[in-house]
């Protein structure tokens, strides 16, 4: 099974000013041999711990690299997704549009499950991503016709 491997920045709904950095190690299959994946991992990134100077960290911060560990431990047949927080309060990490009720510093203040919040927010986002890698796939199948042409 192939895979497709990439970064892209995304919102969570078009009137958002947050984007989310979104790494994904994804299973591509062909027609012929339509295989699907058999789990998906999401990992959201913690903490910033870059500029470190020490190459191991430097590494582990990278989000496809983590993504790659992901696929390396859990199976090839695995749909890999790390999420980076839209904002961070120094090198704190903030998922505010999972957790809605943080304070200023980004610390959750309570956690309403009603409507499941979270939930839906990692579908949305997942989603969104899909939509932006489907369009970028296009674009590139139309500039590949083009050059043919």
Not at 25 to 44: E, G, H, R, Y
Not at 125 to 146: D, G, T
Request: glycine share 6%; aromatic share 10%; charged share 15%.
């Amino acid at each position: 099974m192939d895979r497709w491997t990439g970064i892209m920045k995304v919102s969570l709904n078009p009137y958002s000013r947050a984007r989310y950095q979104v790494a994904a190690s994804l299973c591509l299959s062909s027609l012929d041999t339509l295989a699907l994946p058999s789990q998906n991992a999401i990992f959201f990134c913690g903490d910033r711990v870059q500029g470190t100077g020490n190459p191991v960290i430097e590494k582990l911060s990278n989000l496809e690299t983590i993504a790659e560990i992901l696929v390396s431990k859990l199976g090839d047949t695995t749909n890999a997704w790390v999420i980076e927080a839209s904002a961070f309060r120094g090198p704190f990490a903030v998922y505010k549009d999972f957790v809605p009720s943080v304070d200023r510093l980004g610390e959750p203040q309570s956690y309403d499950a009603t409507g499941f919040p979270a939930s839906k927010s990692v579908v949305l986002l997942l989603s969104n991503f899909l939509k932006e890698v489907h369009l970028l796939f296009s674009q590139i199948v139309l500039n590949i016709l083009r050059c043919l042409l």
